[in-house]
């Protein structure tokens, strides 16, 4: 496997669901070389995910808080820099991803190849539905995941 895929975040707490929409997304191209997984995003159990997979590259999507429309779509090549302070949504991970991340980081369990997008949400209340514009940057997220994953695009 030379990618692993990871839609961190909560169906069930409106825009908290945006990382596993984009991953179901990318779950229905069948896409080679690919494991493609959903996870709530609690840091120990992200690093040995991805520690255990194996894989190339990572890909780990998920909602954030930052101030930003919703909707708004970051890509940070988690490998090559620390995360900015920006607050990956935590409601419901509590130790969650950017600190994997950091710790991985800081333990050197960081993957060779770790991307992360951050898609701004706007409600993360329980039982609330995802809003138009996030449910629009989980498809574009996934867009420009599938494409970086193409052959021609992998290191």
């Given at each position: 496997m030379k990618m692993l895929i990871v839609g961190v975040g909560n169906a069930?707490?409106?825009?908290?669901?945006?990382?596993?929409?984009?991953?179901?997304?990318?779950?229905?191209?069948?896409?080679?070389?690919?494991?493609?997984?959903?996870?709530?995003g609690d840091a120990a159990a992200l690093?040995?995910?991805?520690?255990?997979?194996?894989?190339?590259?990572?890909?780990?999507?998920?909602a954030m808080q930052s101030g930003s429309a919703p909707g708004t779509v970051r890509r940070f090549a988690a490998h090559e820099a620390p995360?900015?302070?920006?607050?990956?949504?935590?409601?419901?991970?509590?130790?969650g991803p950017v600190e994997a991340v950091e710790l991985a980081r800081a333990l050197g369990m960081l993957p060779r190849r770790l991307i992360v997008f951050a898609i701004e949400g706007a409600c993360f209340d329980a039982g609330a539905p995802v809003t138009p514009a996030v449910e629009e940057a989980a498809v574009r997220a996934a867009e420009i995941i599938?494409?970086?994953?193409?052959?021609?695009h992998l290191p």
């Open positions: 069930d707490r409106g825009d908290d669901a945006a990382g596993i929409l984009a991953a179901r997304l990318l779950d229905a191209l069948s896409l080679d070389d690919a494991r493609i997984v959903e996870a709530r690093i040995a995910l991805w520690d255990s997979a194996g894989a190339e590259s990572v890909y780990l999507i998920d995360l900015p302070l920006l607050r990956i949504e935590g409601l419901t991970h509590g130790f599938r494409q970086e994953c193409a052959p021609t």
